[in-house]
């Protein structure tokens, strides 16, 4: 079970990664989310703030309104974000339940798909 | 820039947008809970129009033509009417199963729980298929009614179905995406105007309208054949439950999948009535643009460009979200590791590109055969028999996920689940098993063509599954292991 001090510094360096990927910005200049994430097994709770594809801010607890809320577990979090894992495996297993638009949905996992292409 | 300005960004971009219900009021800072309502969500009106609109394509015109034919006429919305009856408890086996699992991936969950990962991937795949087949008959059937209205020759028909796939193919690479209010408007239109030229086309026309109740007038096996079409005519409707991360509760799904088949009988009895009144049963049988007999019938050559224009409006759901489901399908499929790798490539538009391409291409060759062939009703005969196997296959998950996963949360339950998914399981398989020996073309005939395609669609499906599979799935474990060591630090346990 991972607490917030280490999903911070998975999400810190997922951060870095993503806003230093030229073609991932370049993808979702259009994108501007608020992203709720939610542990199902430690019940902590963080938000991603995503404007014009650039990750401006992440944060303990919920803040403001969600387009996207994804609920898993703390350790498959730290993977995902780590670029250890394969988020749409999970996702297609219903491990990673997400609620928002199909686009949007689309548009996380291509994060994931640019920044770590295998 | 603080996360408040840029919640205020995205909402003035959603309600410039308009395409979705009115946003909710904000909570305040850190109360919403991770079930919480979700800045825009698909509203009921949203979600039973999506429904009715995957539903209601070009190609479900021929379907209730290809009923009238069996039924002999007026009787049709009889027939429509029974099918309904039969889609409602499919309403209701889908509303457990979304209720079970509500996210876009749920057909690939539940089947997989309940038939396993193989078979599940199998009956995956045959559905995809089933929308391929769709997209490439209406684009037939649109080429064909614009050559009709336009004139030249008839390769000018081909011409046309080139030219909308090439436009369907170039739009969704571009990123185009058609916002939901303006999807409700287009089925409404659609829907509203097919209605609007029926009824003209009954006070205007001086048909003949006889034995009304009569389905069976024809001899009752044709009557079973009737109703396999008559089932196509409700097809695609559960996509809707793709949408189910898209909304504040499951229920509403639910709600939509109930009203959906309501208005898609409506309207498609009160066509089939009018059809039956205002043209020749041999006419519209032998036409691959009988909507637009209809309209010409109700007002002339000015209602033959309307039923044009509202052919068109229609295809442009059938495309958006054809094109979107599929190709999206595709994407999540080989991201997984079960297709070739380069459909889940995207360009800068966030489109999965080889995906879209494939699904353009694969539909104009299958337009090109339906052309040269002119086999359009086998289409029609093909979508009934893979629809009824879905609708027969999602009864008997319902059954087994009962059994295996009675402890997990459902927001819906079918009651008296056991008969009624027999029955449904029964009714189904029996559907299947005629539309598979089924002739439309000819209707006092039976043939083996529609078995043959589906056999052969399942083999090729089962031959990937089995056999390319384990390849490409081996290969991506392979290229995982020798990309990069695990990147998350490993944290020192607490002494």
Avoid at chain 1, 15 to 21: A, E, F, L, R
Avoid at chain 2, 159 to 187: D, S
Avoid at chain 2, 412 to 421: Q, S, W
Wanted: aromatic letters at 10%; proline letters at 4%; glycine letters at 8%.
């Amino acid at each position: 079970m991972a607490g917030w001090d280490e999903l911070g510094e998975a999400l810190a360096d997922y951060q870095v990664t993503c806003n230093g990927n030229e073609r991932l910005r370049k993808m979702q200049k259009d994108w501007s989310k608020t992203l709720h994430f939610h542990c199902e097994d430690n019940a902590v709770d963080f938000t991603m703030v995503v404007y014009h594809g650039e990750i401006v801010s992440y944060s303990d607890g919920h803040d403001g309104v969600p387009d996207i809320v994804v609920m898993t577990d703390s350790e498959t979090f730290c993977d995902m974000f780590w670029g250890d894992l394969n988020p749409v495996a999970k996702y297609l297993r219903g491990e990673i339940k997400v609620r928002g638009s199909q686009e949007d949905v689309l548009r996380l996992d291509a994060i994931s798909s640019i920044i770590w292409p295998d | 820039m603080p996360a408040d300005a840029v919640a205020r960004t995205a909402a003035v971009e959603a309600s410039a947008a308009g395409t979705v219900a009115p946003v909710a009021p904000a909570p305040p800072t850190g109360t919403v809970a991770a079930g919480g309502q979700l800045r825009r969500s698909l509203s009921l009106t949203g979600a039973t129009m999506t429904s009715t609109g995957l539903a209601f394509a070009v190609i479900d015109y021929i379907a209730i033509v290809s009923v009238l034919t069996y039924t002999g006429g007026a009787s049709t919305w009889l027939a429509i009417l029974i099918a309904g009856l039969l889609i409602l408890l499919v309403s209701g086996l889908f509303s457990e199963l979304n209720g079970l699992y509500p996210t876009a991936a749920g057909i690939r969950l539940y089947m997989a729980r309940a038939m396993g990962e193989r078979f599940s991937l199998v009956v995956t795949f045959a559905y995809l298929t089933s929308v391929l087949l769709v997209i490439a008959a209406d684009a037939f059937l649109i080429g064909s009614a614009i050559q009709h209205v336009v004139g030249g020759p008839s390769i000018a028909a081909y011409a046309w179905i080139i030219g909308l796939l090439a436009f369907a193919v170039g739009g969704n690479l571009g990123g185009v995406r058609i916002a939901g209010r303006l999807q409700a408007i287009v089925t409404a239109t659609v829907l509203l105007s097919t209605l609007a030229l029926s009824v003209t086309s009954l006070f205007t026309v001086h048909g003949t309208y006889g034995h009304p109740f009569n389905i069976f007038g024809r001899g009752a096996y044709h009557g079973v054949e009737a109703l396999v079409y008559a089932v196509f005519v409700f097809a695609a409707f559960e996509w809707v439950t793709t949408a189910a991360e898209e909304v504040n509760s499951p229920r509403l799904i639910t709600r939509a999948l109930f009203i959906a088949p309501i208005i898609l009988f409506a309207v498609s009895a009160i066509f089939s009535v009018a059809t039956a009144h205002a043209v020749p049963i041999g006419r519209a049988h032998h036409s691959s643009y009988p909507q637009l007999l209809v309209g010409k019938a109700a007002l002339g050559e000015a209602g033959m460009f309307w039923m044009l224009g509202v052919t068109m409006v229609a295809a442009v759901n059938t495309f958006n979200g054809g094109f979107l489901v599929a190709s999206r399908f595709m994407y999540a499929a080989a991201r997984e590791g079960l297709l070739p790798r380069v459909f889940s490539k995207l360009n800068l538009k966030a489109v999965p590109w080889a995906a879209v391409l494939f699904l353009g291409l694969a539909s104009g060759v299958v337009a090109a055969v339906v052309f040269a062939t002119g086999q359009w009703l086998l289409l029609v005969a093909v979508g009934s028999v893979l629809e009824a196997g879905i609708y027969a296959a999602a009864s008997w998950c319902v059954l087994v996920l009962r059994r295996r996963e009675k402890d997990r949360v459902r927001t819906f339950k079918l009651v008296m689940f056991k008969p009624l998914a027999v029955f449904g399981m029964v009714v189904f398989a029996v559907l299947m098993l005629v539309g598979a020996f089924s002739d439309p073309k000819h209707p006092s005939h039976l043939s083996i063509a529609p078995a043959a395609v589906v056999v052969a669609l399942l083999i090729l499906s089962t031959g990937y599954v089995f056999g390319a599979v384990p390849r490409i799935k081996a290969k991506a474990a392979t290229r995982a292991a020798a990309s990069r060591p695990r990147r998350r630090p490993q944290r020192q346990e607490a002494t």
